[in-house]
């Protein structure tokens, strides 16, 4: 070492300066929340796309909420690496001949992340807030295959009668209305998580903010910036942390994929929400190992408000709008990315289901454009008189390039010039919810399960799920009958047949199926792919990095 490497020689203000801006560098990072701080060793570095709008499991219906809630909680059931069932907090479960009574029994050692026992009763406690009325659940779909839930959720009977019971700390039986063969897949999701009791009676509806919200899962809240950052950490009291190898996880907000690609490519994000699409070839060639690209059981969508003008009433022009839009060119021209375009509400592949088909499905573009014309004519509209409608989509660049590229369709199509009007997520979520100002706009669904069940229950007319507004007494019987249905075949030929309906109606615009896109760097190890495109970051470690597994 010569003398000017020395630190000991230094003079004293060189070496006080130094501290300095190693301090302040350090400050900044810590109130930018953006780049990841490289003195934190074992921090998975996530982005998320937009802020979760609540982190109560109740009160959400986004998928950025359920991404983290899935690293907060657990269910009675859970899923593998690979979306496998497998056993949550119940250790072991057992289901009556006549399909209709499930008792779980769980496991001992299951704790919050205060340190209390999880029991039966704060299962109880979800399901019953979960169905409650008061509560406005936006997924409340999930407890309806319980016993007495509908009527509860009609106001009919008191939240106590739900059929749940805790027949002692560790054991709960649920009663359900019907046999459901997706019943154990329901109690993965988060609406379906425990509720942690005295929590929400010590904040009410804050108990879900930081330092107050306790959670069962692998990870616990410490942090929360909107439009930077969600903070998670280690569990320690978590029932399985022994095989948890990372111990902080933190979710960078990042809307713009393009924004979250640059923090990639810079080693400051260990996984991205999504792939940016107007270089996605020159992602697939920079990084071949880290480019994850796998079919997803989600579809992107437009919806339509049907329960006011112009869609009130017109499933004529509903479907000429639909027809003029060429989904081939949105996948193949837009998203670029391998998404296959949409003729079906339900996704395909489900075994022993064959989704229906919106009927121009076969038709050229060509001869889809032309009927859309006469379609179009017939509700009334034409050069003298164009239709005037908004069209809502969230913050995004992908989202803005579909809205403009339909924009442009439905122009030359049709003569009519849509009002494009971006608004953020929340924004966009409570309009869509309140269905007063929304005409057509952006949407997305996520099957909770592999079952066409877990799609077409979003329209049933009761739904929190049904953004349209639709109703159709003739489609919530098809979906009863399924739902009493034991026989298998039945039971697809009844939904097949509420799918059929809806594809005929037409209240939203099927536009293309995704896959799932990730960039994932090779510092991670546990990732695989699976259709529900749950990646909890439990499975996952950093096998390079000090204390990462």
Same mark, same amino acid.
């Given at each position: ?343 079906? +509400? ?98 997305? +669904? ?23 507004? +639709? ?79």
């Amino acid at each position: 070492m010569t003398e000017s490497q020395n630190p000991r020689r230094l003079p004293l203000f060189a070496l006080l300066a130094g501290v300095v801006v190693v301090v302040v560098v350090a400050v900044l990072l810590q109130r930018d929340g953006e780049a990841p701080d490289v003195a934190e060793q074992n921090t998975l570095h996530r982005g998320i796309g937009s802020d979760p709008d609540t982190l109560d499991a109740h009160k959400t219906n986004a998928l950025q909420s359920f991404t983290v809630l899935n690293d907060l909680g657990e269910g009675l059931m859970a899923d593998d690496r690979h979306g496998a069932l497998i056993p949550g907090v119940a250790e072991s479960h057992v289901v009556s001949e006549d399909g209709l009574r499930y008792t779980f029994k769980l496991r001992e050692d299951a704790r919050w992340s205060n340190g209390d026992p999880v029991t039966a009763g704060d299962f109880a406690y979800a399901y019953r807030r979960l169905a409650d009325p008061a509560t406005a659940a936006l997924y409340v779909d999930s407890v309806t295959a319980i016993a007495n839930a509908k009527a509860i959720i009609a106001g009919e009977l008191e939240p106590d009668s739900l059929g749940v019971t805790a027949i002692d700390p560790l054991t709960l039986e649920i009663s359900l209305e019907q046999p459901t063969p997706y019943f154990l897949a329901l109690l993965v999701h988060p609406s379906m998580h425990p509720i942690h009791e005295s929590s929400v009676k010590a904040h009410g509806d804050a108990f879900a903010r930081p330092g107050n919200l306790v959670t069962n899962g692998a990870y616990r809240l410490t942090g929360l910036r909107p439009g930077a950052i969600v903070e998670l950490e280690r569990n320690d009291y978590y029932w399985d942390n022994a095989n948890t190898a990372i111990d902080r996880v933190h979710y960078h907000v990042l809307p713009e994929p393009m924004s979250e690609y640059n923090r990639f490519r810079s080693g400051e994000l260990h996984i991205t929400d999504s792939v940016p699409t107007d270089i996605f070839e020159q992602v697939r060639e920079d990084f071949p190992d880290e480019l994850k690209v796998a079919t997803s059981f989600t579809i992107y969508y437009y919806g339509y408000n049907v329960i006011r003008p112009p869609f009130k009433d017109s499933p004529e022009l509903r479907q000429a709008l639909s027809m003029a839009i060429d989904r081939d060119v949105l996948v193949e021209k837009i998203t670029r990315r391998g998404e296959q375009p949409a003729y079906s +509400w339900v996704p395909p592949g489900i075994e022993g289901y064959e989704s229906a088909q919106l009927s121009f499905a076969g038709l050229s573009q060509q001869e889809r454009t032309e009927q859309a014309r006469r379609l179009y004519q017939a509700a009334g509209y034409g050069e003298d008189n164009p239709l005037e409608v908004e069209l809502r989509y969230n913050t995004s660049d992908t989202h803005q390039r579909i809205a403009l590229a339909i924009q442009a369709m439905w122009r030359e199509a049709l003569g009519f010039e849509a009002t494009l009007i971006n608004e953020e997520f929340r924004v966009l979520l409570a309009n869509m919810q309140a269905r007063e100002v929304t005409q057509v706009f952006r949407s997305s +669904w996520k099957g909770a399960y592999v079952d066409a069940h877990s799609f077409l229950t979003a329209f049933e007319s009761d739904s929190p799920s049904n953004l349209a507004g +639709w109703v159709s007494e003739e489609y919530d019987d098809l979906m009863q009958r399924a739902a009493t249905q034991t026989d298998p075949g039945m039971r697809s030929r009844y939904l097949e047949e509420a799918e059929r309906l809806l594809l005929i109606e037409q209240p939203l615009i099927p536009l293309y199926f995704y896959v799932s896109k990730h960039l994932v760097s090779t510092e991670v190890a546990g990732w695989a792919d699976n259709a529900l495109d749950r990646h909890h970051s439990r499975y996952l470690s950093l096998p390079g990095v000090a204390g990462g597994g």
